[in-house]
């Protein structure tokens, strides 16, 4: 849960640079705050994960992003849980590669339309599109887990005051405030990277950053929910 205030997290990084509004703006400070939550969801799609109905396609092939039914700032599927519909008694969903349905039902794609859901197969190369099986009807509804792109502050300068300004809360939950305040570092020691002091700043607050947050690779092996390919 986010409580902590976008005018918080900004004082915290003022304290560390020594700084208040002078080298860096925090209109400036703001903006890479926008750009650090935007880099955690990518390396850990789980930090603004949804929970949501899903309405399908007709057919197998199915977009997270569909203007019908689907979520126009979704990032990535991360799971899919059971059937929505009383209709399809609402049973699991279960992940299966799709070399699996290519291998013994060749003709999977093209099979009688229905709104009881029984596989999903998703590659992680392609995040945002993902298919069912048997062929969903226009009215299938699955509950599924994805990763939605975070929204951005666009406080002005009176509202970034650290006193008077506005009780914006951040977009991440609060366990995230250490690598977003690194983040902001990071890219604040970068501007002056022309001194070597700072320069050794940005470095070091780069390995914190991903030290704290892991590496995409490792993340992607572990979220996918697809284990054996496309």
């Given at each position: ?12 990084v ?28 990518l ?11 899903f309405?399908c ?7 997270l992003t569909?203007s019908?039914?689907?979520f126009?700032t ?10 929505v519909?009383?209709a399809?008694d ?8 799709r070399?699996?349905l290519?291998?013994?039902?060749p ?13 999903y197969?998703?590659d ?15 009215t299938?509804?699955l509950e599924?887990?994805y990763?939605d792109?975070p929204g ?13 300004g506005s ?5 991440l939950?609060?366990?995230?405030l250490s ?11 970068s501007?002056d ?11 070091a607050a780069f390995q ?12 992607d092996?572990?979220?996918s929910?697809s284990?054996?390919?496309?």
């Amino acid at each position: 849960m986010a409580t902590i205030k976008v005018i918080e997290i900004i004082s915290r990084v003022e304290a560390i640079l020594q700084d208040a509004d002078v080298r860096w703006p925090r209109l400036e400070l703001q903006k890479w705050l926008n750009e650090a939550y935007l880099s955690i969801v990518l390396l850990r799609p789980d930090a603004n994960a949804k929970c949501a109905t899903f309405t399908c396609a007709a057919g197998t092939k199915q977009s997270l992003t569909a203007s019908s039914g689907g979520f126009p700032t979704a990032l990535r599927l991360l799971d899919i849980s059971r059937n929505v519909l009383a209709a399809s008694d609402r049973k699991v969903v279960r992940v299966v590669a799709r070399s699996v349905l290519d291998d013994q039902r060749p003709s999977w794609h093209t099979e009688t339309q229905t709104n009881n859901i029984q596989h999903y197969t998703h590659d992680p190369r392609n995040p945002k599109e993902f298919y069912v099986y048997p062929p969903a009807l226009a009215t299938a509804q699955l509950e599924l887990i994805y990763t939605d792109a975070p929204g951005t502050h666009t406080l002005t300068q009176s509202e970034l005051h650290p006193t008077t300004g506005s009780a914006e809360v951040i977009k991440l939950d609060d366990i995230y405030l250490s690598p977003l305040t690194d983040w902001i570092l990071y890219r604040a020691y970068s501007k002056d990277a022309e001194y070597g002091v700072n320069e050794q700043r940005a470095g070091a607050a780069f390995q914190v950053f991903n030290a704290a947050i892991g590496t995409k690779t490792q993340v992607d092996a572990a979220s996918s929910p697809s284990t054996g390919g496309s």
